[in-house]
T-cell receptor
């Protein structure tokens, strides 16, 4: 089964609203990466977090890695239509012997 | 210049055929990967490879085999294609050593349809 789940699966927001996707792993991860895939496109790397409890910001995007290194979140403030796409978390297991992609959250932004 | 390129972009073939997908990266990266994205958009790693080590996801059928003529290329060969192989296949590369799984750069994908 899917080792790394994301919720929600889909999110429809009005432009200007905030958006959050949550990533939960059944196993401890060594690091957490976030990727964005536009419709019809390929995954594009956004950021990597390594430390327990780490928080990083990229303009309107805030990324957090949980204390137990088993969960993460991505928060977008004041969404724009350019934010449309599927957001994936990903990461290697703690001993690096496996690599997982999350199930993805598809974001749609209505203008 | 395209960093990670794949050919073909689309591939339609019959069950039982053998096919290859080519991947090239001009980033000078040491490690390359193959991923499968199914119709539900789930992404699964198939292989991680550098010139020293091949790491295979144990769920990948042995009909799939990566072939690397040099550091910049990692091709995916598939024998005896099955309907369930229909998916989008992504190649990726990373500056990290094989097995460390850091930032990855993805190719545009190859949509494989098996009839």
């Amino acid at each position: 089964g899917q080792q790394v789940m994301q919720i929600p699966q889909y999110q429809h927001v009005q432009e200007g609203e905030d958006f959050t996707t949550y990533c939960n792993s059944s196993t401890t991860l060594s690091n957490i990466q976030w990727y964005k895939q536009r419709p019809g496109g390929h995954p594009v790397f956004l950021i990597q977090l390594v430390k327990s409890g780490e928080v990083k910001k990229q303009k309107r995007l805030t990324f957090q890695f949980g204390e137990a290194k088993k969960n993460s979140s991505l928060h977008i403030t004041a969404t724009q239509t350019t934010d449309v796409g599927t957001y994936f978390c990903a990461g290697p297991s703690y001993n690096f012997n496996k690599f997982y992609f999350g199930s993805g959250t598809k974001l749609n932004v209505k203008p | 210049d395209t960093a990670v390129s794949q050919t073909p972009k689309y591939l339609v073939t019959q069950m039982g055929n053998d096919k290859s997908i080519k991947c090239e990266q001009n980033l000078g990266h040491d490690t390359m990967y193959w991923y499968k994205q199914d119709s539900k958009k789930f992404l699964k790693i198939m292989f991680s490879y550098n010139n020293k080590e091949l790491i295979i996801n144990e769920t990948v059928p042995n009909r799939f085999s990566p072939k690397s003529p040099d550091k910049a290329h990692l091709n995916l060969h598939i024998n005896s294609l099955e309907l369930g192989d229909s998916a989008v296949y992504f190649c990726a590369s990373s500056p990290a050593a094989s097995g460390t799984y850091n930032e990855q750069f993805f190719g545009p994908g190859t949509r494989l349809t098996v009839l």
